[in-house]
C-alpha cells in the first residue's frame, strides 16, 4: 500500500499533539525495547525538551488520524538530530517514513543546517536502509559517542552542505556535537 500525497498531509507540531506524539512512539518503544528516562522526558513534554531548545516535530496525518511523526532536536547551530521517528504499524509500508524524513531534511536545510545526525538500533534494519538509501552514512566507530540510550548501536550522519568536513563516510575528523547533557537530547529512532 503506497500512500498518495492528496491522501497525506505532513504538518507540524500544534497544542494539542502531545499524546499523539507519545502514542506513537511508544507503540514502537516497548515492541521493541523498554521506555527509557529520556524517553518519558521527551515524550512527557516535547514542547520543552525539543520545541523550546529550537526543535521541531512533523506529523503525518491521514483522514484526520495521526499516524506518524519525526523530530528535529537541535544539536548546535547547523545541526540536527533526527529523533522520535514513528510510523504507526497498520500504516508501515506505505512510504510515510520517506515522506516524514524527507520533509525533516527539507526543513532542516531550509533552517540552514549543515549536519543531520541520529542513533538507532540493528533491529531497526527497515529504519537503517531508509536512512541510507536518504545519504545517512554510518560514523566510524572512533567518532562514535556513547549514546544516553542504552539501545542506541548504529550512529549515522548526513551532511546536508556539499562543502561541508566530512561530507564524505572517511573524510573529516569532527565529532558529533551535542552529545551529553540536557541540552541536546538524544534519542534512536
Known amino acids: 500500500m503506497t500512500i498518495s500525497e ?5 504538518r ?14 511508544e507503540e514502537w518503544i516497548i515492541r521493541y525495547f523498554a521506555m ?8 512527557a513534554d516535547p514542547e520543552r525538551t525539543i520545541l523550546s531548545r529550537g526543535g521541531r516535530i ?12 519525526c523530530a528535529l532536536l537541535a544539536l548546535a547551530p547547523g545541526e540536527f538530530e533526527v529523533a522520535k521517528m514513528a510510523v504507526t504499524e497498520s500504516f508501515q509500508g506505505a512510504g510515510i517514513g520517506r515522506r516524514l524524513l524527507e520533509k525533516a531534511i527539507t526543513e532542516a536545510r531550509a533552517a540552514g ?3 543531520l545526525y541520529l542513533e538507532t538500533n540493528k533491529k531497526l534494519v527497515t ?7 536518504l545519504g545517512f552514512r554510518h560514523l566510524p566507530r572512533e567518532r562514535i559517542v556513547h549514546s544516553a540510550y542504552a539501545r542506541a548501536d548504529v550512529y549515522m550522519e548526513l551532511y546536508l552542505d556539499e562543502s561541508s568536513p566530512g561530507r564524505h563516510p572517511h573524510a573529516g575528523s569532527s565529532t558529533p556535537t551535542g ?6 537530547p538524544r534519542s534512536p529512532c
Open 12 to 25: 507540524e507540531f500544534s497544542p494539542g499533539d502531545q499524546a499523539a506524539f507519545r502514542r506513537l512512539n
Open 179 to 184: 552529545t551529553t547533557g540536557e541540552q541536546s
Open 127 to 133: 529504519a537503517i536502509r531508509l536512512y541510507e538509501s
Open 6 to 10: 492528496a491522501e497525506l498531509t505532513i
Open 58 to 69: 512533523f506529523f503525518a496525518v491521514r483522514d484526520s488520524q495521526t499516524v506518524g511523526c
Open 113 to 115: 543546517a549543515r549536519r
Open 36 to 43: 527509557e528516562t529520556k524517553d518519558e522526558a521527551s515524550l
